[in-house]
């Protein structure tokens, strides 16, 4: 069973920090893409930022030059720094990775979504 718990998330002031983490647990062998998404109330979930295996990284346009994505491959764990929050970063912030496991049958790899973590900026 493999598990992707998020935590971090709170309330913040506009122009505060916060720093999200997401630590995927289990029976894994390797982790492929890590990423954070987030879906404010009435919208749809979209891409803030994702990080590939070998730490290549991409943004959305609206977060670019103020949150940052980072991993740590030795404990499963990606990051999202985010600074200069703005009201528009209000949302539920999940986080996605594209993990592969081991059954008998050879590999299977599938996308994992962690539960959500609230966070909200108040202007």
């Known amino acids: 069973q493999v598990q992707l718990v998020e935590s971090g998330g709170g309330l913040v002031q506009s122009g505060g920090s916060l720093r999200l983490s997401c630590a995927a647990s289990?029976?894994?062998?390797?982790?492929?893409?890590m990423g954070w998404y987030r879906q404010a109330p009435g919208k749809q979930r979209e891409l803030v930022a994702a990080?590939?295996?070998?730490?290549?990284?991409n943004y959305a346009d609206s977060v670019k030059g103020r949150l940052t994505i980072s991993r740590d491959n030795a404990k499963n764990t990606v990051y999202l720094q985010m600074n200069s929050l703005k009201a528009e970063d209000t949302a539920v912030y999940y986080c996605?990775?594209?993990?592969?496991?081991?059954?008998?049958?050879?590999?299977?790899?599938?996308?994992?979504w962690g539960q959500g973590t609230q966070v909200t900026v108040s202007s």
């Open positions: 996605n990775a594209e993990i592969v496991t081991v059954v008998w049958s050879g590999r299977i790899v599938r996308d994992y």
């Open positions: 990080i590939t295996s070998t730490g290549s990284a």
């Open positions: 289990g029976r894994i062998f390797s982790i492929n893409a």
